[in-house]
């Protein structure tokens, strides 16, 4: 009798240990879909952005100085994020085909683009028809570098200031010719407003991008390029090509000895380009604000900032909110030259 209570009372306790392994694995399985919903809803929360790669679009060609400031700050960017950060070169229609493309990419902070004066100022009021609304189909990150442009011509030119070109070219009409790094950039608008203020007729030659105009330049296929500094700045440097003026109101701390346009005798000419990057509008704003904090922290790294002021430009870290205003400021501006040069571009 005793040996079969114990028999019993063995059974009854290996029976309420199997229930309760059953009601353990129960109700793990229970909490394991609750689990995964709670880590789904986590990952997909602004706090880790990024979760993956980032691309920069840059709506010119490479070595330009859109294409130097975006790997300089998409270098820092990845080193930050520890993600990969590609700078992308889509070319075409003076920025157009490459800024669309972004104005058009999902609004989650992965796809930006390094805009300029020309796509986000000049365009609207130079092309009858734009692919996107420079305003509308953005949201604003920062500005990152103010640039001047600088005139220059090739080293056997035969001449040395602008006051010499100006005589050239009247003297010998229909021959001047500038390139630019396409229809409605700066570097098209500083040479006709060139034309504007001294009288001089030069055609103008648009290429898709600075780097081919350059090397036009280089080759004396063309008289002359209204370039960024940074494009052009160690080719100057190198005694490649002649610099005569700078389109700024000052001169440039690189280049000391050469002067304005205004001071070469050419009234009311000043011409910066600039540079940002934005994103497509609906980016969430935790994501705006995440990547501008990271961004003008970027600019204000002492390496990034001195690299900068080495290629001519001046750093311009600032908010989202305050780019924006700059940009409605800059495309009244840039309206008002446009009509006043008389270009349109179908």
């Given at each position: 009798m005793k040996r079969l209570f114990r028999s019993f009372e063995y059974l009854s306790t290996y029976a309420r240990a199997l229930a309760g392994a059953f009601f353990r694995l129960i109700s793990a399985g229970l909490a394991l879909p609750a689990l995964l919903l709670s880590f789904g809803a986590h990952a997909q929360t602004p706090d880790v952005y990024p979760s993956r790669g980032i691309t920069i679009i840059v709506p010119f060609t490479a070595a330009g100085t859109t294409d130097i400031l975006a790997r300089l700050v998409g270098q820092k960017l990845g080193e930050k994020f520890d993600k990969s950060v590609v700078v992308e070169n889509r070319p075409g229609a003076g920025g157009n085909i490459g800024t669309a493309l972004v104005a058009k990419s999902a609004p989650d902070g992965y796809t930006l683009v390094m805009a300029t004066i020309g796509t986000h100022a000049i365009n609207s009021s130079l092309y009858k028809s734009m692919p996107y609304d420079a305003?509308?189909?953005?949201?604003?990150?920062?500005?990152?570098?103010?640039?001047?442009?600088?005139?220059?011509?090739?080293?056997?030119?035969?001449?040395?200031?602008?006051?010499?070109?100006?005589?050239?070219?009247?003297?010998?009409?229909g021959k001047l010719t500038?390139?630019?790094?396409?229809?409605?950039?700066?570097?098209?608008?500083?040479?006709?407003?060139?034309?504007?203020?001294?009288?001089?007729?030069?055609?103008?030659?648009?290429?898709?991008?600075?780097?081919?105009?350059?090397?036009?330049?280089?080759?004396?296929?063309?008289?002359m390029v209204f370039d960024n500094m940074p494009s052009v700045i160690q080719?100057?440097?190198?005694?490649?090509?002649?610099?005569?003026?700078?389109?700024?109101?000052?001169?440039?701390?690189?280049?000391?000895?050469?002067?304005?346009?205004?001071?070469?005798?050419?009234?009311?000419?000043?011409?910066?380009?600039?540079?940002g990057l934005l994103a497509p509008a609906g980016t969430p704003a935790a994501v705006i604000d995440r990547l501008n904090r990271e961004i003008v922290a970027i600019i204000r790294q002492p390496d990034v900032n001195t690299r900068i002021l080495e290629l001519g430009s001046v750093p311009k870290p600032e908010t989202s909110a305050e780019f924006g205003a700059f940009i409605r400021a800059e495309t009244d501006k840039w309206a008002r030259v446009v009509k006043e040069a008389g270009v349109a571009i179908d």
């Open positions: 305003v509308r189909d953005f949201t604003p990150l920062t500005r990152v570098a103010m640039v001047p442009n600088v005139l220059v011509v090739n080293k056997d030119a035969p001449y040395n200031t602008v006051q010499e070109l100006i005589a050239y070219g009247k003297t010998n009409p500038f390139g630019s790094s396409g229809n409605g950039t700066t570097l098209h608008l500083s040479g006709e407003l060139f034309k504007l203020r001294t009288g001089v007729p030069i055609t103008h030659i648009p290429y898709k991008g600075s780097t081919p105009a350059i090397a036009d330049l280089l080759g004396g296929q063309i008289s080719h100057i440097k190198a005694g490649r090509l002649k610099a005569l003026a700078v389109t700024s109101s000052t001169r440039n701390a690189q280049l000391p000895d050469v002067p304005t346009i205004e001071e070469s005798g050419v009234p009311n000419y000043e011409v910066w380009s600039w540079f």
